[in-house]
């Protein structure tokens, strides 16, 4: 079975703080991606990467950046946490390129929290 | 237009009965559709997934996908108060690099 593993299932932070949320896969996904979910707002994309070191703004990068220096392994960072970023975050992972149909499968998501 | 679109419900479905949900979306170059569940508090899980025309069936969930008409919707027999969710649909484009697009979900609620 697919794993998607995020490091911390409840973080609390404060405003200003820099915040980074880990994600592993252990299929050898190309894709990952890092959402956010809202009540009422549903599932919002934050940033994609399609390989290692590469990529792409979703719909509501702000505040956001990412990292990916292993095929494995796709980090979300928080610059400077605001509390409009109370949320929860979904990491997912899919496999190939633009041409596969192929679902995405879901870690088990990080509530956090910023005071 | 959202992209893709899903009744928010709830849905209402008594035990041992069909929950059905539609889903409808904005591109026809669409080329493949997933249906996860969500429980309350936790992450989407894949229950089904369609590329062609027609039904799918696995176990008690059925996908039907219609291109023409820009819609798939997911039967799901004999319901039981563990279907209680809310049941995502997503939608990939022909262009895009594994990304989905996902309705805003459909609250079922299934009573004994």
């Known amino acids: 079975d697919v794993k998607v593993t995020q490091s911390s299932r409840y973080l609390v932070k404060r405003t200003g703080e820099k915040v980074f949320l880990e994600c592993v896969q252990d299929?050898?996904?190309?894709?990952m991606f890092w959402y956010r979910q809202d009540p009422g707002l549903g599932l919002r994309l934050i940033y994609f990467?399609?390989?290692?070191?590469?990529?792409e703004k979703g719909d509501i990068p702000e505040g956001y950046s990412v990292s990916r220096e292993k095929k494995e392994r796709f980090s979300l960072i928080l610059e400077s946490a605001s509390t409009n970023q109370t949320s929860m975050y979904l990491c997912?992972?899919?496999?190939?390129?633009?041409?596969?149909?192929?679902?995405?499968?879901f870690g088990d998501g990080t509530r956090l929290s910023i005071l | 237009q959202k992209e893709v679109e899903q009744n928010s419900g709830p849905l209402s479905v008594p035990e041992g009965a069909i929950a059905s949900l539609n889903c409808t979306y904005s591109?026809?170059?669409?080329?493949?559709f997933f249906w996860y569940r969500q429980y309350s508090g936790k992450s989407p899980e894949l229950i089904m997934f369609?590329?062609?025309?027609g039904d799918k069936e696995d176990g008690r969930f059925t996908a039907q996908l219609n291109k023409a008409s820009q819609y798939v919707s997911l039967l799901i027999r004999d319901s039981q108060p563990s279907d209680s969710a809310t049941y995502l649909c997503?939608?990939?484009?022909?262009?895009?690099?594994?990304?989905?697009?996902f309705g805003a979900g459909t609250q079922v609620v299934v009573t004994p």
């Open positions: 997503a939608v990939k484009r022909a262009d895009s690099w594994g990304k989905l697009q």
């Open positions: 997912a992972s899919s496999f190939g390129a633009t041409s596969s149909n192929q679902p995405q499968h």
């Open positions: 591109d026809r170059g669409s080329q493949s």
């Open positions: 369609i590329y062609s025309n």
């Open positions: 990467s399609y390989d290692v070191k590469m990529k």
């Open positions: 299929m050898d996904h190309e894709n």
